[in-house]
């Protein structure tokens, strides 16, 4: 159940669940204070934030991702100096997406994410074969490039918090019964056209998502409760048949066309709760 607080997520995310949480939170178990939180595709966090569990382990095999959580959490002080000086502006935006993150220290590539994610096109996170961030300035007209008060909030939600970088599979070798661990991957594509994937240089199609369902089955057998968002589709349905599956409405957050936008039924799995 959700804990007094106002930490919210610093980065934007495709498939963000700051929408849903309302509806999400009401599936979350009561967490023992032995249970840790798992979240093995941390994403922007917005679960984690607006649960605030007293132990958590976060993780996700983007490094960049990753270590802008890290930064927030120990260096919040040193990462709010780095982007006040920040513009938004064509050019000042292409230089900084240029810039090569191996180069910069850790609160500079920090910096650079945060940045880059308020003001590119669509809030959009994604990478090229090459791994480097490729999306076209936003142009918005007044976006917040430093929201000091948010960040510092943040800080303080992940100071007991675990961050790295690891596989969504690794989570076998940490939970322990009684757990929650929840589960928000990339989605199963809702048609050929529809698919993104590309947070990482690493893909997530069918084979990933049958070991992801390996894994959930796995993590109910050792006595975890287990949840996990992923979209309508007669493939997901068939790989969690077995567990219980409720539904819930999103608003579609990608999308070209104004057209296509708008309430959209996602799943919801349970596992372990009986």
């Not at 804990?3 to 610093?10: E, I, K, L, T, V």
């Amino acid at each position: 159940m959700p804990r007094p607080g106002s930490a919210a997520p610093f980065l934007k995310w495709a498939g963000g669940k700051r929408q849903l949480l309302e509806q999400l939170a009401r599936f979350v178990p009561e967490l023992t204070p032995a249970a840790a939180y798992h979240e093995p595709f941390l994403g922007g966090g917005a679960l984690f934030f607006h649960l605030q569990p007293r132990r958590a382990l976060l993780s996700d095999i983007n490094e960049e991702l990753v270590e802008c959580f890290q930064v927030v959490r120990d260096d919040v002080d040193a990462l709010i100096e780095a982007l006040l000086p920040c513009r938004n502006e064509p050019e000042f935006y292409y230089e900084m997406r240029a810039r090569d993150p191996a180069t910069l220290t850790a609160v500079g590539r920090a910096a650079r994410t945060i940045y880059l994610n308020r003001t590119c096109f669509n809030g959009l996170y994604r990478v090229n074969r090459a791994g480097r961030f490729n999306v076209p300035f936003g142009r918005y007209a007044n976006p917040t490039l430093c929201d000091e008060t948010g960040l510092r909030t943040a800080s303080r939600a992940l100071a007991g918090a675990k961050l790295e970088v690891r596989p969504f599979r690794s989570v076998l070798e940490r939970a322990r019964p009684g757990d929650f661990v929840y589960f928000d991957p990339p989605y199963q594509p809702l048609s050929v056209t529809s698919s993104f994937t590309a947070y990482t240089r690493h893909p997530f199609g069918d084979r990933e998502q049958q070991e992801l369902a390996s894994v959930f089955a796995r993590l109910v057998h050792l006595g975890c409760r287990v949840m996990l968002s992923n979209s309508d589709t007669d493939r997901v349905r068939s790989l969690y048949s077995t567990f219980r599956i409720e539904q819930v409405l999103a608003n579609r957050a990608i999308n070209s066309k104004a057209a296509g936008r708008g309430k959209i039924s996602e799943l919801v799995i349970l596992g372990g709760f009986d």
